[in-house]
Structures are given as structure tokens and as C-alpha cells.
């Protein structure tokens, strides 16, 4: 017992000094070392040591994890290219398939929670194709992996923690597949939303949310139900909006009720009025001026809590529309639509910097300074100041054409 308690402070002290020194000594740590000191973190948080040692005792680094977390994209993701990806003709008829075979459940699954089946399809859809999809890398090493590693360490850390819980419950295996971020399941939820809002629906003992959809569709939306869906509402519409359109108030910053956007002339697609409904409102134009605009609602805020991308959550809505046969975008996209590389974007934030526009940096990311700077230059050239970067805006800074 001696032994075991000298033992057990050596491992105490170790996770310790790795808490003071902080993230970047958890890396340079062998790997083996740093787990025996998370081991000791995990059974002081009160999960049983046997549950612990069940849970790690096969837990490996997986440099290709690393490698996927550090990847940078080659190109900013358009809105055209994204709908191409995640809502391709199939999965709108596999989506329709799958809302008429779960229909029964979905529906109850609607009278408890307040979500209506094809926002949870169309999630269902996206996040693993149906089901097709649950990840392929050892969750637990995954996660440990990303949790020895500096850049996010106290992130995965506590992901890690949620994980063995997890296992100690009975709720998640010891070899479940994940994707390389650790999310799980039909609905690819991490350890920590699984931990905080996976639910039990019929009851069995276990949140099993790989094989059996009661628990995933409750999940997701004992989920969205506390991030604040409102039942009553749906996440958006395409609309259009008037010539003369003020650019600089699309965006998420700006919420007006329904009734203001119709009094500046924003209209469905067609002419129609907006809905008198007493809801506050956003445009956002994500395509830019020549693409299409979308009044959203706090639905897509909702959505977002889910992913943060604005894409993603006009995704899961336009995707949720075509299962009950809406139309789809009214604007084409234009032929010489192009992505722009994550340099292009450096280039633009260094000749707009250096036309005085800042930009917040040079970072080659497009955002709300970059835009702003966008803006801006738009508004002092007389171009619809849409603040979207694109190949013409781009062409028009290399050529020198300012004013």
C-alpha cells in the first residue's frame, strides 16, 4: 500500500508540474509518460480505476491525426462548391427515403423534443451520410493523440476525461471508430456533447448512439432543443433583395425584425411579401452580391451551435428544404466561378493593406477585418460593397484599378 501511495504521488506530482508548465511541455513528455499522468487525473476525477485502465490500457499516438489537425486547405471552400459536396443529388433521395422509413420515430421523437424530422435527417445526412460514415481512426487514441499534443491540448484533455467516463458507464467501447477529431456516431458528437446531452430514449440501459437511431435522432435533438431551436420556426429562406441594396448591413451583426427587411425591400424569391411573422431576422449574401441572399433565423444560429460555419448550417437547411420538396436556389452559379487559394486571399490582405485598408493581418483568411478592408475599398471604388473576396476583386487590386 506504501509503495502504491509513493507511486501514486510520483504520477500526482508528474500531472501536476504538466498542469503548471502548461501545453507546451505535455508534448515534449514521451507519450507513455504523459498518459500514466493523465491515468492519475482521471481516477481523481472520480471514475474507477479499473474503468480507467480499460479504457487506455490500448490507447497509441497516431501521427496521421496530427498530421490532419495541422493540414491547411489549399482553397477557400465557395457556397457553390460546398452545396456540391454535401448536397448532392443522391443524398436528397436517400434523405427522402430515409425520412418516409423512420418516420414513426422521427415524429415521436418531434412530440418530445420540438425538431422536426428532416432538420434531424438532414443533419444525419451531412454528418455521416446515414450512417455510413461513423470515422475510421481508434476514438480513444484519437483523442489522446490530440490531447498529448501542444496546439489544443486542454481542449482534448478534457475530451479525453469525457471519454473514459463514457467507457466507464458502458455507454461508448473501448474500440469504437471515430472520426480523427474523436466525434462519434450517427451524429458525430464528441465526448463532451455526448457526456452532456446523449439521451436514452427507449430506455435500455445504454446511449448507443452507432446502433440505435431512437438515441441518435433524441440526441441531437435533446441537443438543438438547449441550444435554443424554437419549434415554431423554420432556419431561413432564399430572398431576394432590392437594387440599391445597403451591402453593409447583410451579415450576422445585423438582426431586424421581419417587417424591417420588408420595408427595405427585401421579398421572397418571386416578389412575394416575407411572412408577418414576430421574429428578428439576418441577410446574408455568402456568394456576394451576385449570389444568392438568405434571410436567416435564429433556427440557423441554433444550427451553428452545432458547426460554426455558415455554409454548413445553409447546408443542413437547404438540405432539410429538398426532403419536402421546396425548390432549390433560384440563382445559378455563374460559370466562371472559382475558388480562391488560402495565398490569393494573403495577396489581397497585403494590397489592400498597403492601399491603407486594414485587414487585421495577413493571414490568408477571410475574416471581419479582411472584410471590413473589403468593404471598404468596394465602397471607395463605387463596387457593390458586398465585402466578398473574389478572382475579379483580386484582379482589379493586381491591376492597379483603384481609386
Keep these: 500500500m506504501i509503495s502504491r501511495l509513493i507511486q501514486t504521488c510520483a504520477l500526482g506530482a508528474l500531472l501536476l508540474s504538466t498542469s503548471i508548465v502548461g501545453a507546451q511541455a505535455t508534448e515534449k513528455m514521451p507519450f507513455d509518460q504523459w498518459l500514466k499522468g493523465f491515468k492519475v487525473e482521471a481516477t481523481n476525477a472520480g471514475v474507477a480505476p479499473d474503468a480507467v485502465e480499460r479504457a487506455l490500457s490500448s490507447v ?3 501521427p496521421r491525426v496530427l498530421e490532419l489537425d495541422r493540414r491547411q486547405p489549399e482553397f477557400m471552400l465557395t457556397l457553390w462548391r460546398y452545396l456540391e ?15 418516409k422509413k423512420h418516420a414513426k420515430l422521427l415524429n415521436e421523437v418531434e412530440k418530445k423534443y420540438g425538431v422536426p424530422p428532416r432538420f434531424l435527417v438532414a443533419f444525419w445526412g451531412v454528418e455521416t451520410d446515414f450512417g455510413r460514415n461513423f470515422g475510421a ?4 487514441s484519437a483523442v489522446a493523440t490530440l490531447g498529448h499534443d501542444a496546439r489544443r491540448a486542454d481542449f482534448f484533455r478534457q475530451q479525453l476525461l469525457a471519454a473514459v467516463k463514457l467507457v466507464g458507464l458502458g455507454d461508448v467501447p473501448v ?4 472520426s480523427w477529431a474523436g466525434a462519434m456516431g450517427n451524429m458525430q458528437f464528441i465526448p463532451t456533447t455526448f457526456e452532456a446531452y446523449a439521451v436514452d430514449y ?6 448507443d448512439l452507432w446502433n440505435n437511431l431512437g438515441d441518435a435522432f433524441a440526441s441531437a435533438s435533446n441537443y438543438l432543443r438547449k441550444a435554443g431551436w424554437q419549434p415554431d420556426y423554420t432556419w431561413g429562406r432564399e430572398v431576394i433583395v432590392p437594387k440599391g441594396f ?4 447583410a451579415g450576422r451583426h445585423m438582426k431586424k425584425s421581419v417587417a424591417d427587411w420588408q420595408a427595405l425591400g427585401v421579398r421572397k424569391v418571386g416578389g412575394g411579401d416575407l411572412p408577418q411573422a414576430d421574429v428578428m431576422a439576418s441577410v446574408l449574401v455568402p456568394a456576394g452580391a451576385s449570389g444568392p441572399a438568405f434571410l436567416v433565423y435564429d433556427n440557423f444560429r441554433t444550427i451553428m451551435r452545432w458547426n460554426s460555419s455558415e455554409l454548413y448550417a445553409i447546408a443542413v437547411g437547404l438540405l432539410a428544404d429538398s426532403f419536402i ?5 433560384s440563382v445559378a452559379k455563374p460559370a466562371d466561378a472559382q475558388m480562391l487559394k488560402f495565398t490569393d486571399i494573403s495577396q489581397m490582405q497585403r494590397m489592400l493593406s498597403k492601399l491603407g485598408f486594414d485587414t487585421g493581418g495577413i493571414d490568408g483568411r477571410a475574416g471581419p477585418m479582411t472584410r471590413g478592408a473589403i468593404r471598404a475599398f468596394q465602397k471607395s471604388n463605387n463596387l457593390p460593397a458586398d465585402g466578398h473576396p473574389t478572382f475579379g476583386l483580386l ?3 493586381r491591376s492597379g484599378t483603384s481609386g
Design 60 to 62: 497509441k499516438p497516431i
Design 85 to 99: 459536396i454535401y448536397i448532392p443529388d443522391s443524398r436528397i433521395e436517400k434523405g427522402k427515403a430515409m425520412l
Design 137 to 140: 481512426f481508434h476514438m480513444l
Design 175 to 178: 474500440d469504437v471508430k471515430s
Design 202 to 207: 427507449d430506455g435500455d440501459g445504454r446511449r
Design 246 to 249: 445597403e451591402w453593409s448591413i
Design 325 to 329: 420538396g421546396l425548390p432549390g436556389l
Design 395 to 397: 484582379e482589379r487590386l
